[in-house]
């Protein structure tokens, strides 16, 4: 069969010595890699991103890759495509990785507020003007705009191998080339400043519109302000956060057996994503 693509991972630096790995930092990286092949074949062959989607057997002998020869300089290893599927996968990779390293400076000097000074103006506008999304017209939203979604779906996959990278106390002072090679080349290197920018940048969070959710609490932990929330619309589980112990004894007496709550509450956003079926929430008020 005929190569049609390649990934290429290069390291380089105080972990690579006579042009040798460590396992742990291999196979960190390689699975990670495999991880974000798979999701944009997904998102490829489905035009959508969807977080429970799993790959199937048919899937994965679509998408195999193959490991090529390992080379000097530094370490340097291919992963090679033999299918179209996989070439596919390459291409859209690339371009989500080239596009998004080429935007990190400015992203990064974005100012972003912290997440209990972001839910208290949710809170202020909502007890002003009584307004918030359904939870139907919510996750239509949520879904429609799936961009963010697909993106960040693959990026995260690259933030556990560049902590080799990033954290320079640990590892040394390192660096991280990945070469796309498909339909045209993108060529991303990571190094630690680059490497420390992208995890933050990917893992900034922010909220959302006030949105109205019915369902039952199904555990609270007054330490950590935190409770587990059954959504009636979709029977899943979320991750109900509150912020101050007012709003927490405005919620308790809903833990009770066989009790409903009906209440607004803003749902978290990273890298302007969110997961509308069972993505945290931060409590803004019981619904009355």
Request: avoid cysteine.
């Amino acid at each position: 069969m005929p190569n049609l693509g390649s990934i290429q991972i290069h390291y380089d630096g105080d972990i690579i010595v006579n042009h040798e790995i460590p396992l742990s930092v291999l196979a960190r990286t390689l699975s990670r890699v495999e991880a974000s092949i798979n999701r944009a074949h997904l998102i490829k062959k489905h035009g959508r991103a969807e977080k429970y989607r799993r790959m199937s057997s048919d899937d994965y002998e679509q998408v195999k890759f193959w490991i090529g020869k390992a080379e000097d300089g530094g370490y340097k290893l291919d992963l090679i495509a033999k299918t179209s599927y996989g070439r596919q996968a390459i291409d859209l990779l690339g371009q989500v990785m080239g596009n998004f390293v080429d935007s990190l400076n400015s992203q990064a000097e974005e100012r972003v507020d912290s997440i209990p000074e972001l839910v208290r103006t949710v809170q202020q506008s909502y007890n002003i003007n009584n307004q918030a999304l359904t939870y139907e017209e919510f996750k239509n939203m949520a879904e429609q705009d799936n961009t963010n979604f697909a993106i960040r779906s693959i990026l995260k996959e690259y933030v556990p191998p560049l902590q080799y990278v990033s954290d320079t106390e640990k590892y040394g002072q390192n660096y991280l080339e990945v070469v796309f090679k498909g339909s045209r080349n993108y060529t991303v290197i990571f190094t630690p400043d680059k490497a420390r920018m992208f995890k933050k940048v990917i893992e900034r969070r922010t909220v959302g519109n006030a949105v109205r959710y019915e369902g039952e609490l199904t555990l609270l932990n007054k330490k950590e302000r935190t409770g587990k929330f059954k959504n009636d619309e979709t029977g899943k589980i979320s991750l109900l956060h509150i912020i101050n112990d007012e709003d927490f004894m405005k919620v308790h007496p809903y833990l009770a057996p066989e009790t409903k709550i009906s209440f607004v509450g803003t749902p978290l956003y990273e890298y302007g994503a969110t997961d509308p079926i069972a993505g945290d929430i931060y409590f803004i008020d019981i619904d009355t």
